[in-house]
Each structure stands twice: as C-alpha cells, then as structure tokens.
C-alpha cells in the first residue's frame, strides 16, 4: 500500500474520479467532504469500480476542530489534494462571501494543519479561470493573470497566492496547484459521473439533460464571436485523463521527483473545441439530436482559451489521451445509467 491521501471533496465529479485512479495506482485514500453538492451513493460507484471502499467523512472543511479531530483519527496522510469548494459562477456573483469563506477558509484550515500532522504536499484545484481571455494562444503558465470576472474566479487567483506565499515563507510541505481546463465526461464504467444539483449551468450536463428530455432547449449563448463559428472555445478535458494527472502529481510531490517546492501546471488537451462543434460531436457519436438555439452572450464568458500542456506534457510525463468524440459518448453512457438507476 502506498501513502494515505486526503481528498477533500472525494465525493464531487473530479473528486470520485480521482480517489478511482488513486486507489487503482495503490493509494489508500480518506474522502472529507460535506456533501453539499454531492451524493453519498458515489461511494457505492468508487467501490463498485476498485473493490475498495474509501474511509468516508462527512464534515465541511470550514470547521477547523473537525478537521483536526479527522487527522488524530487518521494518522499518517501524506499528501491532500484539495477539490472541495463552490464552483457556480453565477452563484458566486450573487453570494459572494459564502464563497470567500467556502473556497478560502478551507484551505487556510488545511495548510495550518498540515505542519502540526507532519502533511508533506497538497496538490490545489485551480482553474485555466486565472487567465481570463488570454492575449496569446494556447495559453502558458507563464501567462498573465487577469483581473477575475466573478468572486469564484477570483478565490482560486486568492487560493493561489496563498498557497505562494505560504510556500515561500519557508512551510515544510510542497505544493503543485493544477489549472484544470474544462473537464467533461464519465467514468468509462458510468458508475461515476458528474450529477449536478438542479439546473446545470454548465454546457454538458445540460446538453446530455436536453438530450434525454429533461430539459426541452440548450441555449447556446452567442453566434457571434471572433471564432470560425462565432460560437466560444473551450479545450474540454476527458475527467478521468484528468484525473490521472493528480496521481502522477502526487508521487511527483511526496516521492521529491522535483526540487520545486510550488510547481504549477496546465491541464488541458492542447485543442481548441466550439459549442456548436461540440453538440455536433455529441449528436454524431451518440445519434441523439439536441434541440438547441442560439441565444445573446452570457455576461462574463470568456471568447476562447485552449492550453498549451506542454509543461504538463514534458515535465509530469502526462498527456490527455482521450478524444472529445469519444469522451463525449461517456456522458451519454452515464446520462441513461442515472436514468435507469431513476435518479434523472
Ligand atoms: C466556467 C468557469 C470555470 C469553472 C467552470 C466550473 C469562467 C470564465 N469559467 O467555465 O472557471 O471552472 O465554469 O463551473 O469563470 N454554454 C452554452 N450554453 C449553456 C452553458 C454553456 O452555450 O447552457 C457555453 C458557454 O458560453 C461556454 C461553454 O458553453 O462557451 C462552456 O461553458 P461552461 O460549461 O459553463 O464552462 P465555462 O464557462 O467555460
């Protein structure tokens, strides 16, 4: 068995998928999470895919006490990769300072437990969101940040700069924050996938609910852009390549592979993906039609932005392997799974 790992938010989408491929490379893993935005069943699909069933608690990382009483009951985690936050940018306009205390507290809470539990890394879930709409693309880690378009943008700009200053002050743990592109799709088994709660706001989970009849329309929102379709560009990043990335990432961190103390990557596929090219994708791999229309811009989107993942690619050894045409069935797999299972 290799180390123990903390994943909090273990229960969300990319949180699952990535306690699957830890336990799959041999880490033993314990889940925090509050379940706010997830469902006590995914523990069901982690087992039902690894055999292994992750130590579970249900506690939001807000409450320090809880927090500290969980690394006395499970002495020995390692490393943490950090998941756990709210994740709605809508939301996060409306509300910002549960978003503040949710996105921030949290990770304050953990990187001042960390040296008091002998935790030597946490890998950080950030976002390509830093970058805003890059003059240069793809886009590098060396990019400048941008100004945030909304208060959740703007904890992962705040949660890196802690996690900077944090590190360079001289803490004895490391850290790697990855900026994640846009991740989309299902484990291949569709024991696990990403289950929004209410209306998504995101494009695939609402395109896959229109398909099977949940909702009536997907609005696309924009025609005209400066893009070949004059609809936006996202780089759409397979959940469980992603995933992957964390465990590669947390034996660079923990094994000392690097001398880095703070490493920062991009995740992404290097290819550049429209909305329209995307439903096209969808409706040409599964045979579904999705009834969309085209609708004015959304307040805050961003026009285009795709990765350069070389970093990724040459320094952690990691590549996204799956197409979006394959990934995208994946969804579709999922979507008739939750129907089936009567949850959608
Ligand atoms: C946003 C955030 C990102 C965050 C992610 C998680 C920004 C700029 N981006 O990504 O940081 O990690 O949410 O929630 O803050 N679209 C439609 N119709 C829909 C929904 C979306 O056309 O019903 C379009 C959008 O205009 C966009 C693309 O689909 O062009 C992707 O949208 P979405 O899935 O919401 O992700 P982002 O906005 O890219």
Excluded at 40 to 49: F, M, P, S
Excluded at 80 to 89: E, Q, T
Excluded at 90 to 95: A, I, L, P, T
Excluded at 201 to 220: D, K, M
Aim: aromatic letters at 8%; proline letters at 5%.
């Amino acid at each position: 068995m290799k180390k123990k790992i903390l994943v909090t938010g273990g229960t969300g989408y990319i949180g699952s998928h990535t306690v699957v491929e830890l336990q799959n490379a041999g880490y033993e893993v314990v889940i925090v999470d509050d379940l706010s935005n997830s469902n006590a069943d995914v523990l069901d699909g982690i087992e039902k895919i690894t055999g292994i069933r992750p130590v579970f608690v249900e506690l939001d990382c807000n409450n320090k006490e809880g927090l500290n009483k969980l690394f006395l009951d499970n002495p020995g985690i390692k490393g943490i990769i950090h998941f756990a936050a709210s994740k709605a940018v809508g939301e996060s306009v409306q509300k910002p300072l549960l978003y503040y205390r949710n996105n921030i507290v949290t990770l304050l809470n953990l990187l001042e437990l960390m040296p008091v539990h002998g935790v030597e890394g946490i890998v950080f879930s950030s976002s390509c969101t830093v970058y805003g709409q890059p003059d240069i693309l793809p886009v590098t880690e060396d990019a400048p940040i941008k100004p945030a378009l909304s208060p959740y943008g703007n904890t992962k700009q705040i949660n890196e700069e802690i996690i900077r200053d944090t590190i360079y002050a001289g803490t004895p743990f490391k850290s790697i924050i990855l900026r994640y592109f846009n991740p989309i799709g299902a484990h291949p088994s569709a024991e696990i996938g990403e289950l929004p709660n209410g209306v998504p706001q995101n494009l695939v989970p609402f395109l896959t609910q229109t398909a099977i009849g949940i909702r009536q329309e997907l609005s696309v929102f924009g025609d005209d852009y400066d893009t070949p379709d004059g609809s936006c560009i996202r780089d759409y990043i397979n959940v469980v390549d992603l995933a992957k990335a964390h465990v590669i990432a947390v034996e660079r961190m923990l094994e000392n592979k690097s001398e880095e103390k703070l490493e920062i990557f991009n995740l992404g596929t290097g290819r550049g993906v429209s909305v329209l090219e995307l439903i096209n994708a969808f409706e040409k791999g599964t045979g579904v039609k999705v009834p969309y229309k085209i609708v004015g811009r959304r307040e805050g989107d961003i026009e285009k932005v795709w990765a350069d993942p070389d970093r990724a690619n040459n320094v952690l050894g990691w590549t996204a392997k799956e197409s979006v045409e394959d990934t995208i069935v994946t969804v579709w797999k999922w979507q008739l799974k939750l129907r089936e299972r009567g949850i959608q």
